[in-house]
């Protein structure tokens, strides 16, 4: 080739190379939709599950995350923004809110979940084997422990009445699980004195008002807006002295008396695979949803020390982790 004709072809594949790099496709994105503060330990879990199946952020899939930061009359506006972006997929992180939000603003792009509540009780999904429709998801079932949670707190304390329980109102299932929890401590003969939530500033007034009603005990309802002010609300308890059973091991790892519950971010890595296996073409009516099969006992010695309380031996046999 001539030194002229060369030069010729190479200042044409210049002018070329913007066209091309501008008809290169967009990369698939994924939306994450959270109520709450974004937990970095979930969102490992749901970029490892997609690296399992060959996604990478910002190699093949973008991820972009949109929170509520507890706000939950801003999520319908942040779904429809995800909506009108055209994201391939939905992830709703933090609860049922984020859920309905996403549900409500789209019935045709894939949504996956990884939440507490009982998809099927609020009607999110047709079955679990058989979701139909655009969702799918795993769910950890926390919201239908709380009767187990009131047994605990009588095995614990058997003479603890009235039980206090501290709920989200904003939660769409908190009347589901309130109702629960309510017939398991009449169960014992007892009272419950129940205080809903929308703010910070209602923790504290919530457990002023337990310590008025003379509660022996308290139950925190699963809740991803509770957890993100598990801080303020384990110190709350030690200030009042009350003896606390929570929804998620971290309350008792930062000093909560007692936890049951399951362990949801290895849910998230399911929620990342199932990304990838839509992403590669499957219908999330065709996906199960996955349920968590192990539930954990967590009990700090040093907390119930401070408190005075003595664990009985049958309850101590049946924790899986003791803090001491």
């Known amino acids: 080739m001539r030194r002229r004709d060369f030069l010729s072809f190479v200042a044409s594949a210049a002018a070329l190379r913007p066209l091309a790099a501008r008809a290169q496709p967009a990369l698939p994105v994924i939306g994450c939709l959270s109520g709450t503060h974004l937990n970095p330990m979930e969102l490992e879990r749901l970029t490892n599950g997609l690296a399992a199946a060959g996604y990478k952020d910002g190699d093949n899939v973008r991820i972009e995350y949109l929170t509520a930061e507890g706000h939950y009359d801003r999520l319908a506006s942040l779904a429809a923004d995800l909506v009108h972006r055209n994201v391939a ?99 014992f003969g007892f009272d419950t004195v129940v205080q809903g939530v929308t703010k910070e500033a209602d923790i504290d007034a919530a457990f002023q008002s337990f310590a ?66 839509i992403l590669k073409g499957e219908k999330p009516a065709d996906l199960p949803v996955q349920q968590a099969d192990k539930v954990f006992l967590t009990i700090n010695l040093k907390t119930a020390k401070t408190l005075g309380l003595s664990i009985p031996p049958t309850l101590l046999a049946l924790a899986d982790a003791v803090i001491e």
Do not use: C, W
Request: charged letters at 15%; aromatic letters at 6%.
């Open 89 to 187: 997929i939905i992830v709703t992180i933090g609860g049922t809110a984020p859920l309905t939000a996403a549900k409500a603003a789209t019935s045709t792009i894939p949504i996956i979940f990884a939440m507490g509540a009982d998809p099927v009780k609020l009607g999110l999904v047709e079955s679990l084997n058989r979701p139909g429709g655009n969702i799918t998801g795993v769910t950890f079932l926390v919201d239908s422990l709380g009767a187990k949670r009131v047994d605990l707190l009588h095995a614990l304390l058997p003479a603890a009445n009235p039980v206090g329980f501290l709920v989200n109102a904003e939660n769409p299932s908190h009347d589901s699980e309130t109702h629960e929890v309510e017939t398991a401590i009449k169960a």
């Open 212 to 277: 008025q009603h003379h509660a022996g005990a308290v139950s925190v309802a699963a809740d991803a807006y509770l957890t993100s002010r598990r801080g303020q609300i384990v110190a709350l308890a030690a200030q009042y002295g009350l003896p606390t059973i929570y929804p998620r091991e971290e309350y008792a790892a930062d000093g909560g008396l007692m936890s049951y519950a399951p362990r949801p971010a290895d849910a998230f890595r399911t929620a990342g695979l199932y990304a990838a296996r």
